[in-house]
């Protein structure tokens, strides 16, 4: 059946989004648990921060590749099948942002480390990479712009997730893109506004921390 396709395409999407290579990575190079250190966030810039620059582009690109992976995934699965809802043909379209979507739920809540995780930045740009790439190509000029001005990789983040929207509010209105791309555009940044609440207030607070020289230290 179509649907159990669609359905194989989710769980695998959560699971490969679920490998918690922040962990995996620091365990390996350094032998230390990430989760207790920083932010004490499984990603990336975490990574960065606490091990180094070759162990957090280690895990970036890591997370990056389980994302595209996942959202290549479809093409092969569900191919030319199409399921019909409602008057809607549900193609292997649909079957990508449902992979971008439960790749982005298992990066944030692991099942593989008791539903923790990271805040889904990376796996958010992966998705794009593989579903289309002009996309992450423009979030990640906002992102780095926005890094070297201000040092705020959450801040940077949050733009890029907010430039991407409004990219596809453009594509959408004005060049007949599929609105499913516009709703998944909207949804992942809402996930990644909510993992950055705790930013979102240390932002308000002047207290939030700039990208330094990475050091191995504990606390926010």
């Not at 990603?43 to 992976?69: P, S």
Request: glycine letters at 12%.
């Amino acid at each position: 059946m179509v649907i159990g396709k669609f359905i194989a395409v989710a769980v695998i999407a959560y699971l490969l989004g679920a490998i918690p290579f922040g962990m995996i990575v620091s365990r390996h190079m350094a032998g230390v648990d990430i989760s207790r250190y920083g932010s004490g966030n499984i990603g990336g810039t975490n990574v960065y921060r606490t091990l180094g620059t070759k162990a957090g582009a280690i895990v970036i690109v890591f997370d990056l590749a389980k994302a595209i992976v996942a959202v290549l995934l479809p093409w092969f699965i569900i191919g030319k099948d199409v399921l019909l809802i409602a008057g809607l043909n549900i193609d292997w379209h649909w079957g990508q942002v449902l992979s971008a979507l439960m790749v982005m739920l298992g990066h944030n809540w692991s099942v593989y480390i008791k539903f923790r995780g990271g805040k889904g930045v990376a796996t958010y740009f992966g998705a794009w990479f593989a579903m289309y790439w002009p996309a992450a190509v423009v979030g990640g000029i906002i992102l780095i712009l926005t890094v070297l001005r201000s040092r705020y990789m959450s801040l940077g983040s949050m733009l890029a997730a907010f430039g991407i929207l409004c990219l596809f509010i453009i594509l959408t209105m004005f060049y007949r893109w599929p609105p499913i791309y516009l709703v998944y555009s909207f949804i992942a940044a809402g996930l990644i506004f909510y993992q950055h609440r705790a930013n979102i207030n240390r932002l308000q607070s002047g207290t939030e921390s700039r990208l330094n020289v990475p050091s191995m230290k504990s606390g926010s």
